[in-house]
């Protein structure tokens, strides 16, 4: 490799605050370390790419170092490595073991101190609103328990609204109601059916329904239409066909079937 100048990452730039992520924390950090051992080796700039592709190398290097580790460890009956466990480890992986004591007392012109990451502050959860004073516990109930909730919670609301029975507001609610229905009912006819526009302009604004002409308008007036007999004679045809076309053992109620009239037996002389 030879040093690449490029917009790469400087060492102050490495060393800003961290975010939240404990995992994305630990990256930093090994990429600020990765960083630091290539200034070591003599590179004033790197492109993104190689920093990320050794700090990768790094990180698989120290977890499977980890991993060996433990697995001695527990092979030992213990639940935390020790540095035998640590030096075997090392051994499996082919690194070597006996350079560590020179690198670490190598001159310090050419060490590089990793500067001290600076600690998030954990933002305060909002407080949950309290409304009153807590009332103490009675003498019966130990002080460990929990306290009491706010004096609020022992009030009682009324979850259903009472209906007046005064006369007057009844009478009042329900002249309401059949304004309003009658009012929905003119603007669902005015929507569906042929409206006259009071202004010409502006024929969706106050919109009159229009009035159905007849060549003999006093016939609704002289028919009553309480009842239509035409209906009712139809459907008496029509059920009696039905009944007629069915025959009397396909009827399961005794009650609907035919009347069946007894045949008068003929006596002999």
């Known amino acids: 490799m030879k040093p690449i100048a490029s917009t790469g990452m400087s060492t102050g730039q490495l060393q800003q605050a961290s975010t939240t992520d404990p995992q994305e924390a630990h990256r930093k950090t090994l990429r600020a370390a990765v960083s630091l051992l290539c200034i070591e080796a003599g590179f004033q ?57 020179r690198y670490a007392k190598r001159p310090g012109s050419n060490k590089s101190v990793l500067a001290t990451p600076v600690q998030v502050v954990q933002p305060q959860m909002p407080k949950a609103l309290h409304a009153g004073e807590h009332l103490p516990h009675p003498s019966y109930i130990p002080d460990h328990m929990p306290p009491f909730p706010d004096t609020h919670t022992y009030i009682k609301t009324p979850t259903v609204h009472q209906v007046s029975t005064v006369y007057e507001e009844v009478r009042e609610k329900a002249a309401s109601q059949k304004r309003d229905v009658e009012r929905a009912l003119t603007r669902f006819i005015a929507k569906t059916g042929d409206v006259h526009g009071l202004f010409r302009d502006d024929p969706t604004a106050f919109p009159l329904i229009a009035c159905k002409r007849s060549t003999q308008p006093y016939l609704s007036a002289l028919i009553s239409k309480d009842q ?28 609907l079937r035919p009347v069946r009239l007894l045949r008068a037996k003929k006596r002999k002389q």
């Open 45 to 101: 700039a790197s492109e993104k790419m190689p920093i990320e592709t050794l700090t990768e190398m790094m990180q698989s290097i120290l977890t499977e170092l980890a991993r060996s580790s433990k697995a001695y460890a527990e092979l030992a009956g213990r639940t935390n490595p020790f540095l035998g466990d640590v030096t075997l480890a090392m051994v499996d992986m082919g690194l070597k073991v006996h350079s560590l004591p």
């Open 228 to 255: 239509s007999f035409e209906d009712l004679e139809t459907h008496t045809d029509t059920g009696r066909g039905a009944t007629a076309s069915l025959g009397s053992e396909s009827i399961d109620n005794p009650y």
